[in-house]
């Protein structure tokens, strides 16, 4: 079941994207952009809710920790947009300091992402029994590895010299 809604929310923010980007013309892009982010985090609070079975007080303590992880997996998240498009930039006439400044920025995202979970992990057991501790980090993995197998997918290979 929890797949499934993750494999909607994916379906729907690729089909947002698609939707929503040829209109952008006619607005203004920050505007747009701004829908998009807006309706997206709705959704993922709401797929979170729906499957983390939280009495009303645990979300009552839960949700402003959730909301601040969100804004800072968010920072995270751009960034990582930010080293895509620097990627795709420079994948026709990649040097090798190109290849080693986006490798360094690659684990330095990776390894940020996971110093944020640590950092935050304290903050969700202060609010949540460890079982739905372990089940919230288990459904931000699922999301995650979504959106990072769609990215694998979209990303060519970079072409090495022997090709």
Known sequence: ???RK??????MMLAMTVWIFPAAAEEKPTETMQFVIEKLQADKRLLVAENMQMTEAEAKAFWPVYEQYQI????????TLR???SYAKAYADMTEDKARMLLDEMLAIESIGMTLRQVYLPDFRKV?????V???????NKINAAL???LAADIPLIKTTNQ
């Open 83 to 85: 080293l895509i498009d």
């Open 72 to 79: 800072e997996l968010f920072l995270l998240r751009a960034r």
């Open 148 to 150: 990072m197998y769609q």
């Open 134 to 140: 372990v089940r919230f980090y288990q459904i931000e």
């Open 1 to 3: 079941m929890m797949k």
């Open 128 to 132: 949540l029994p460890d079982v739905k």
């Open 6 to 11: 993750i494999t909607l929310l994916l379906v």
